[in-house]
């Protein structure tokens, strides 16, 4: 299974026209509106392997991503701006879940049935994981967000860098890994024991299959 773990940061920009006369940024800093979507899509691609798939009957492969969009506003002070965070989206994506089951398989029968719903079983555990820890994931992200202050820049030039900045920050906030290696270790361990229920046992019962597979010499698993 390929489980990828990235961040995205967009950040916008927005000139508000209003003067003020202070370099001290502090008084800038806003309560920050967070907002977490789940927009992972859970109707599986399925299809049978070009190949026989040596050594195991299935597989399920899927990337799952954070996607951050962040917007910041720049607040005209004494000799130059002060930018300040304003809002923060979460998308949480799995863009596609792809099960690849072998050709020797076919659909409808015993043997098929039992590896379809075992992959489509890891489908439903990473579901809940990533749903169970929606708010966890907020809350990681508030966290970062409220040690974050407002920056004076001297030019509007200087924008660039505060992106990075904060870019970095969040991405490496404690709070933020945590949760990601949390979500991370859960997903392996309830797939773990899907892998380990005794789902092949189940399929060796079926006739058909064991006729079929007679016909060769390795190991059959399901992934």
């Not at 489980?3 to 967009?10: A, E, H, P, S």
Request: aromatic share 10%.
């Amino acid at each position: 299974m390929s489980k990828i773990f990235k961040f995205f940061l967009i950040c916008c920009y927005v000139f508000i026209p209003v003067y003020a006369f202070a370099t001290d940024c502090s008084k800038y800093k806003y309560d920050v509106d967070i907002n977490v979507n789940n927009i992972t899509k859970y109707e599986p691609v399925i299809q049978s392997s070009k190949e026989n798939m040596i050594g195991k009957m299935g597989e399920i492969l899927y990337q799952l991503s954070y996607s951050l969009k962040i917007f910041m506003i720049q607040i005209p002070v004494k000799d130059g701006y002060c930018v300040s965070l304003r809002s923060v989206d979460i998308d949480i994506n799995v863009p596609e879940f792809l099960i690849n089951i072998d050709k020797r398989l076919k659909p409808d029968t015993c043997a098929y049935n039992i590896v379809l719903k075992h992959e489509q079983d890891h489908m439903n555990v990473n579901k809940t994981v990533i749903n169970s820890n929606i708010d966890r994931i907020k809350q990681a992200v508030i966290n970062a967000v409220d040690s974050i202050k407002p920056v004076f820049i001297s030019k509007i030039e200087d924008s660039g860098d505060i992106q990075i900045n904060i870019q970095n920050e969040i991405e490496n906030y404690k709070d933020v890994k945590d949760i990601k290696k949390k979500i991370k270790s859960e997903m392996n361990n309830a797939n773990e024991e899907i892998d380990t229920r005794g789902d092949s046992f189940e399929m060796w019962k079926c006739e058909d299959f064991y006729n079929e597979m007679k016909k060769y010499s390795d190991k059959i698993r399901i992934d």
